[in-house]
């Protein structure tokens, strides 16, 4: 068993020359006469000097303002930081700066199309086409902008052309159904709707026209709907009268780029609208800017994940998750995104690994979730897969475990660079994660991101080191969102994030940083697991179960019971054919005692078929525990934001025949 902290890929000093980050540092040493020794030394200038750091990442990347900045920061505080105030900028003109006809923007496939190439020389004109069509319908900077659509170029080319003109993006996956899309976009009140007929998935055709014409009717604020028949090419017929086909608002004549203006918007201008995953109660309705996405941007997918030009990008995402505007905005540094439309393990259960050989994917992203899959499976990519450009893995999601790094060394590439990370919808970029030229090391993210205060603080503000704490956030980033939408007084917003620490960004994971700043992210804090005082992350529990070959994939809540009492199941889903069994169960418990201690040792073990996940992959901790401490279904969980909305029958019948435990 690999060891926490064991190191498993060291860099070639020729690697780290060649790293962006280490271009960087010269810049620095020759521009502005710093000279760092170590990477730490460096994240640490980058939080003591924030307006400093930050102005050096706005002229190395040379972001083109059409006025000026004033300052770096103007309002310091949280929430409310007024950054580069007086800038007028174009997130997506800085995209399409570097459209070159002939150069291939981004690949795509999907379970009915084989893998493709879109030219500069086509996407950067439909851009335009297509934003010009947006403004000859009346739509205005502020104006929102939603689509209904998978992950394929059609909605790169929406999103790019939305922000062109200054108007505001928002997307549902069209595997969302029609609850689930309602509580996101009826918050929001589009007046354009980009939507298709449907999507394949597994191998099966799933007509979503019925779905389109109830959120169409449901939606008074839609104006105008662009239609596109995907599912099947030649049902042109649209889902709602009066619906544009997508090629018929495309078939006007070019705009030519000299005769085309990007909007220029202030720094702080909306660029999108991304949702929480509305696991528990109705998303919230994040608002992210124009220049805060535009330059954290810059810094991750260069410095951090170390995109160059042409290096080619893919993540398992759809157009629902925070992922998807991450890989889009790659294209800020040159980088080309690589689409897939369909299920990770259709029609083999290494469809994702296959995709990347042949795409020639530099950076390969996943969740963890996908490599257990892949590991439980019994895959081994490298078996069957040359991976001649591979270089990187980026791991996000959820926690990452000592053996899901190690699996990458031993089943994919032995010279990879493995890079778990932690971010969120909230910033839509990283907190912590790569920091290029350190070795990897099994379990432990590299550290905190450049320009980000990242802390572990106990329950009085104070900082930790070395032991668990809330993870919170001590200054200000670009990318904290603006607000939420239809949130007044900025209340949902401030009791979200400052409640508890005011002035201070506490993020709702339990967290713990190391003297060299190794990271290590713990769980959900809602979802922690509190013993005779002690706080215990369910990561814990997860990696000392699931290390265990007969425990496929594992649940723990902490249920606070009157009188003082508690009650802590886990649950776990078995490899196909096992029962659990008391010879098991008394496994679990000592491999559990043995790793960590007494207090996290469950309960009682419960065998399940499925552990309920949210569509982007994360386990159901806090509904399954509402659930079981009496809460009604509607008020634990949305079923429509999950990937298996079935597994939750079990948890509703375990608490009405549960005599284990009383409220």
Same mark, same amino acid.
């Given at each position: ?63 083109? $303002? ?292 042949? $795409? ?53 590439? $032995? ?42 603080? =106990? ?135 043995? =790793? ?68």
């Amino acid at each position: 068993m690999v060891t926490v902290g064991e190191i498993l890929w060291q860099p070639s000093e020729a690697w780290i020359q060649d790293s962006n980050l280490h271009q960087y540092r010269l810049w620095l040493k020759q521009h502005r006469g710093l000279d760092f020794a170590h990477q730490q030394d460096l994240r640490r200038w980058s939080i003591e000097h924030l307006d400093d750091f930050w102005q050096t990442i706005w002229d190395y990347f040379r972001i083109d $303002a059409s006025t000026p900045p004033t300052a770096v920061l103007g309002k310091r505080s949280m929430p409310g930081a007024d950054w580069f105030p007086g800038a007028r900028l174009n997130w997506a003109q800085h995209i399409l700066r570097h459209a070159k006809p002939g150069t291939t923007a981004l690949l795509f496939k999907s379970e009915t199309q084989p893998l493709q190439s879109l030219d500069w020389g086509v996407l950067a004109p439909n851009v335009r086409k297509l934003a010009s069509r947006l403004r000859e319908l009346g739509i205005k900077p502020g104006d929102r902008v939603a689509a209904y659509l998978p992950n394929i170029p059609e909605a790169v080319t929406a999103l790019l052309a939305t922000a062109s003109i200054g108007a505001i993006w928002s997307s549902c996956s069209p595997d969302f159904g029609t609850p689930s899309v309602l509580d996101r976009l009826s918050q929001i009140s589009p007046r354009v709707l980009f939507c298709c007929d449907g999507y394949q998935y597994k191998g099966k055709p799933f007509n979503r026209k019925q779905e389109v014409e109830a959120i169409i009717k449901a939606l008074p604020s839609v104006e105008k709907v662009i239609y596109l028949p995907y599912l099947n090419p030649a049902d042109t017929a649209p889902p709602v009268a009066g619906a544009t086909l997508w090629q018929d608002l495309l078939a006007g004549p070019e705009v030519a780029a000299a005769d085309f203006q990007f909007e220029q918007v202030p720094f702080s201008h909306p660029l999108w609208i991304l949702f929480s995953s509305g696991t528990t109660g109705l998303p919230k309705a994040i608002v992210h800017g124009h220049g805060g996405i535009l330059i954290e941007q810059h810094k991750l997918s260069a410095l951090h994940y170390d995109l160059k030009p042409a290096d080619r990008i893919f993540f398992f995402t759809t157009t629902g998750w925070m992922m998807w505007n991450f890989v889009v905005s790659t294209m800020l540094v040159q980088a080309c995104p690589i689409l897939y439309d369909g299920n990770p393990t259709w029609p083999e259960m290494d469809a994702l690994w296959q995709l990347a050989d042949e $795409a020639g994917a530099r950076l390969f992203g996943a969740s963890p979730t996908l490599q257990q899959m892949q590991e439980n499976a019994g895959i081994v990519p490298k078996n069957k897969f040359r991976f001649d450009k591979l270089g990187s893995v980026m791991l996000a999601g959820s926690p990452v475990s000592a053996e899901c790094t190690q699996w990458f060394y031993e089943n994919v590439k $032995a010279d990879l660079y493995v890079g778990p990370g932690s971010g969120g919808t909230d910033i839509c970029s990283g907190f912590c994660g790569p920091m290029p030229g350190l070795p990897v090391k099994a379990g432990i993210i590299q550290g905190p991101h450049l320009g980000v205060d990242l802390r572990a603080f =106990d329950d009085a503000g104070n900082t930790l080191i070395g032991e668990v704490g809330e993870f919170v956030v001590c200054q200000p980033m670009p990318s904290m969102p603006l607000f939420f939408w239809n949130d007044p007084g900025n209340a949902r917003y401030q009791e979200t994030y400052f409640a508890d620490y005011p002035g201070i960004w506490r993020q709702g994971d339990y967290f713990r940083i190391n003297e060299d700043d190794g990271c290590f992210v713990l769980g959900r804090s809602d979802a922690t697991l509190n013993r005779y005082g002690v706080r215990i992350g369910t990561a814990e529990i997860y990696r000392s179960v699931e290390g265990i070959e007969a425990v496929a994939d594992s649940l723990i809540v902490n249920l606070e019971l009157s009188g003082g009492r508690f009650f802590m199941p886990l649950f776990v889903r078995l490899q196909p054919g096992l029962t659990l069994d008391d010879n098991l169960k008394q496994r679990i418990n000592a491999k559990l005692r043995k =790793d960590y201690s007494p207090r996290h040792v469950p309960d009682d073990i419960y065998q399940i078929d499925e552990v309920p996940y949210t569509l982007t992959g994360k386990k159901m901790e806090v509904p399954v525990r509402k659930i079981l401490l009496g809460f009604a279904l509607e008020k634990s969980a949305n079923r429509d934001a999950m990937s298996n909305p079935q597994s939750l029958d079990y948890f509703i019948r375990f608490k009405e025949a549960q005599q284990a435990y009383q409220l």
